[in-house]
C-alpha cells in the first residue's frame, strides 16, 4: 500500500471515529463536569480552560472569573 492510499485509509477511518464521537456527545446529557485545558480548535496548538463533561470530553462551557481563579490556584 502506497503512502497516499495508507493516507486515504487514515483520514475515512478518522472521519468515521469523529461521526461516532459526536453521536455520543449528543446523547450524553452532561451531568457532571470538571474545569480542564483543552486546544481552542482540533487543529490548533493554543490551550484554553473550559468546563468539560467528565463522560463524553465534550466542551460545555467557560468557568466563570472565581472557578478560573480558584482552578490556577490548584
Do not use: W
Amino acid at each position: 500500500m502506497g503512502k497516499s492510499q495508507k493516507v486515504a485509509t487514515l483520514l475515512g477511518e478518522r472521519q468515521k471515529i469523529e461521526k461516532e464521537i459526536e453521536k455520543i456527545q449528543n446523547s450524553c446529557q452532561h451531568l457532571t463536569k470538571s474545569i480542564k485545558n483543552v486546544r481552542e480548535r482540533l487543529d490548533s496548538q493554543i490551550m484554553v480552560i473550559r468546563y468539560v463533561c467528565d463522560d463524553c470530553y465534550l466542551i460545555v462551557g467557560i468557568p466563570n472569573n472565581d472557578k478560573l481563579q480558584n482552578f490556577l490556584k490548584q
